[in-house]
């Protein structure tokens, strides 16, 4: 069974610009969840998307949005690139993301370095 | 505001060094908690789910055991393959976004 895929794995943008990023969840699974991993932050939720909606929003500023596709894969996009975007960006995926114990399974993540 | 804690930040074991690594939590209704490991460079691969205390669970070296307050991740007997970053994570009743502690650095030594 392939587990989540992100895509790019890695990339090198400048200040000011946008970047989109990829996820494609595990077969069967509807929500899809984005997280920002840095050294000092930790990892960080971003948002959570379950049928097309997005359904929960972490602490982030409007200038990375997301949305996700009738059949389940799910895009971030960030725009107007800052230096402290740099990090670690992750997609998860579970059934349904609420439920007793709804477990996320991760992708390898896109590493992102803006300069 | 929900709080996940994990001691201590770096653990250093020699091979077969027998130890445990903390989680302590404030939520104000537990949902679950997860525990996740990862190695550098990748995602973090899923452990182990405990819901209610005096729950265990275990895999091969590693047993996950959880009180009202805090969990604990006792590794037996470790391996270097065993080193990674351990990271633990809560999801509350209230919100259902995932609550990632800062994660423990283990090193094993041969």
């Known amino acids: 069974k392939a587990g989540v895929t992100q895509t790019p794995r890695y990339l090198i943008k400048t200040r000011g610009q946008q970047v989109t990023l990829s996820c494609s969840p595990i077969?069967?699974?509807?929500?899809v969840s984005w997280y920002q991993q840095t050294p000092g932050q930790g990892l960080q939720f971003l948002f959570e998307?379950?049928?097309?909606?997005?359904?929960n929003k972490g602490n982030f500023p409007g200038r990375f949005s997301g949305r996700q596709f009738s059949n389940s894969r799910s895009e971030m996009n960030v725009s107007t690139l800052e230096l402290g975007d740099s990090a670690l960006y992750l997609c998860?995926?579970?059934?349904?993301?609420?439920?007793?114990?709804?477990?996320?399974?991760f992708g390898e993540g896109s590493w992102l370095t803006v300069v | 505001e929900d709080q996940v804690t994990q001691s201590p930040e770096a653990l250093r074991l020699q091979e077969g060094e027998s130890s445990s690594l903390n989680c302590s939590y404030t939520?104000?209704?537990?949902?679950?908690l997860f525990w996740y490991r990862q190695d550098p460079g990748k995602g973090p691969e899923f452990l182990f789910t405990?819901?209610?205390a005096g729950e265990e669970k275990e895999k091969e070296r590693l047993k996950a055991t959880l009180t009202k307050k805090e969990s604990f991740l006792h590794i037996t007997a470790p391996k270097p393959e065993d080193s990674a970053t351990y990271l633990c994570?809560?999801?509350?009743?209230?919100?259902?976004?995932?609550?990632f502690g800062a994660g423990t650095r283990l090193t094993v030594k041969p």
């Open positions: 998860a995926s579970s059934k349904t993301g609420t439920g007793i114990g709804n477990t996320i399974y």
């Open positions: 077969s069967g699974h509807r929500s």
């Open positions: 998307y379950f049928s097309e909606t997005q359904r």
């Open positions: 939520v104000s209704g537990l949902r679950g």
């Open positions: 405990l819901y209610s």
């Open positions: 994570a809560v999801r509350d009743y209230n919100n259902n976004d995932m609550r």
